[in-house]
Structures are given as C-alpha cells and as structure tokens.
C-alpha cells in the first residue's frame, strides 16, 4: 500500500529532481496548462518499490477580478474539491470552476467589505450546503461558521490557523497554514498585507 512520506529525501528515492522541477514549473507555469497555479506536492513510497511517486494534491489559483483583484481558490485536485477566499464577485469564479471541473464546498471570508463578500450570496444559491467561514463580530453575517484569533479550520488535509489582524477594518483576521505548497508555508492575508504594501487603515489605528 502507498503510505505518506513527507521527509522523502534524496538519498531514500530514486528521482531524477531536476526533470521533475521542470516538468511541475512548466505545468504550472507555463505552456501545458496555460494556468497559473502552485502546486504542493505529497511524496509517497511503496516499500517494495525503492522509488517515490509525486502526487499533486493542492492547487492555489488566483481568479482574476473587477479590474485590478484577485480571487484566491484553493483546489484538492484529486478529489475535483474548491475553496475560494473572498470571493467579491461570483460569475468569475462560476466559471472558473466549471472549466477546472471543480465544485466549491468552502469560502473563507477576511473581512467585510463588499468587494471581498459581494459574490457570496449568489454563489450560495448554486452551492446550497457550501461552508462559508467569516470572522466573528463581523458586519457580515451570512455565514455558516465564525472564528476567531487562535481558532483553527480544516479543509480537506490542510489545516488553518486563524489570526485577528484589525486596522484596515476591526473585524479582519487571516488564514495561515503550514502545509507546504510549493515549498512553503500559505497565508491567505485578505487586505492586510500585500506584496507591495498593506491595506488602508479605514477602522484601526497604526
């Protein structure tokens, strides 16, 4: 049976690395999918086969937006499963889910603007029984479950730590998880940081 190894080193697995790196870039990157995504790999062995087999399990993509956004989905490849994080529009991610082939059973909320939550209730209605995780004391109330600073979530095999970061609005948290995806760690930071700067302090102060 094929059994999780997530410390497979070189020096137990007989993969040719530079050829695989080069393969996932290009499939991710560039002309195999025409996506882009990141990918987080799970090795596996099988003790009577002294070679590991890479399995692609998760998936980031972003979905792009109004003009200038993105969506962040969150794709179980193996199992056709999506998580979207503040999805502000709707029809984008519609779409982008039924050309991935995927169905959308989680979205996390970081706060409660509309263009962070303006496309959740009308996904709602083509996703009945989605779980849509949103920050407790929060202007937005349509959601199935509310967290707070120190709580955590599951998705599929992806663990979330959830942490208040008030200032661009007092209800605004972010979902961070250890779980490597393309070599590292993930953090869904909503408004509060981007690559370039923060989110405008509208509710906190510095």
Known sequence: A????????MSCCEINWPSVFQRLFLCFFGRETGHLGI???LLYHNSHIPQAHVVMMFSIYPIPAFSDNYIWCLADTAEGKALVVDPGQAQPVTDYLKNAGLTLD???????HPDHTGGIAKLKESH?????????????TKVTETVKHGDHIEWQAIRFSVLATPGHTLDHIVYFTETQINNAPALFSGDTLFIGGCGRLFEGTP
């Open 106 to 112: 989680t979205i996390l909320v970081t706060h409660h």
């Open 2 to 9: 094929l059994e999780p190894d997530f410390k497979a080193s």
């Open 39 to 41: 990918g987080a790999l």
């Open 128 to 140: 009945p029984d989605v779980r849509i995780v949103g920050p407790e004391d929060s202007p937005f």
